[in-house]
């Protein structure tokens, strides 16, 4: 292959410089042309919405509803196709038209710096128009923010007060357990109070009759039966003590 000098290459360029320069200026022109009469400019709006952790002092459930993690829920919400009509409607009240499938190309929303906030940005070709967007969008963006967090809290009262109904009901348990083991306390002092006394009383009808029965008025059958009886007593309480 045979190789062109730079002479050549100069001479080559001067003899086509009408070619080359007709189509410099018909590119120019051209690009200018796009951009005046065919391009559609584009207009840029953006919004910043700061999110809240919640803080009930519950420890693991504050960590699990912190500002990332509700900026990453809200995110998925507000990505929903519904969302975006409640927008247009929205945007229709102040004469703003435009679908919510457009919005939908519209509209995006991103994380902030450090998750604690939710940037929505609007591209729009309509100048005065891309601020509401951006701005509704918005608002309607915090409304959703307050509803969620409203809805987490009163799921963690219901959860709060389904442990307190728990709790309520092991300490009336515990309490009743309580009030039995009491009962039977006294239940048992009373049989060995009453157990002492007849066996008491057995020693002393036992010891009359070894004496003879002096002073107490009874024959020796009747102390035979009260300490037949007695003895009879005693089997029966050491039973309950047994039962």
């Given at each position: 292959m045979e190789e062109i000098s730079f002479?050549?290459?100069?001479?080559?360029?001067?003899?086509?410089?009408?070619?080359?320069?007709?189509?410099?200026?018909?590119?120019?022109?051209?690009?200018?042309?796009?951009?005046?009469?065919?391009?559609?400019?584009?207009?840029?709006?953006?919004?910043?919405?700061?999110?809240?952790?919640?803080?009930?002092?519950?420890?693991?459930?504050d960590q699990e509803n912190h500002?990332?993690?509700?900026?990453?829920?809200?995110?998925?919400?507000?990505?929903?196709?519904?969302?975006?009509?409640?927008?247009?409607?929205?945007?229709?009240?102040?004469?703003?038209?435009?679908?919510?499938?457009?919005?939908?190309?519209?509209?995006?929303?991103?994380?902030?710096?450090?998750?604690k906030s939710i940037i929505v940005s609007a591209k729009y070709s309509v100048k005065k128009d891309v601020a509401q967007i951006a701005n509704i969008a918005a608002d309607l963006l915090s409304e959703h923010s307050a509803i969620y967090l409203k809805d987490k809290l009163q799921q963690q009262l219901v959860t709060v007060g389904d442990q307190m109904k728990l709790a309520k009901a092991n300490a009336e348990t515990a309490l009743s357990q309580y009030n039995e083991y009491l009962n039977g306390s006294e239940s048992v002092s009373r049989l060995q109070s009453e157990v002492n006394m007849s066996e008491a009383l057995l020693v002393q009808l036992k010891g009359n009759m070894i004496s003879g029965n002096v002073g107490t008025g009874k024959s020796q059958y009747q102390l035979e039966q009260e300490i037949i009886d007695l003895e009879a007593k005693l089997q029966s309480l050491n039973g309950k003590f047994v039962d």
């Open positions: 002479k050549e290459l100069v001479g080559i360029l001067y003899r086509n410089k009408i070619l080359i320069i007709g189509i410099i200026i018909a590119s120019v022109v051209l690009s200018v042309a796009y951009s005046f009469f065919i391009a559609v400019p584009m207009y840029h709006a953006r919004v910043e919405c700061e999110i809240n952790g919640i803080n009930t002092g519950v420890y693991t459930f500002p990332g993690a509700i900026a990453d829920a809200l995110i998925d919400k507000v990505r929903d196709p519904k969302f975006m009509e409640q927008v247009s409607k929205a945007l229709a009240k102040n004469d703003v038209k435009i679908s919510g499938t457009e919005l939908g190309r519209t509209i995006t929303f991103s994380k902030g710096i450090e998750g």
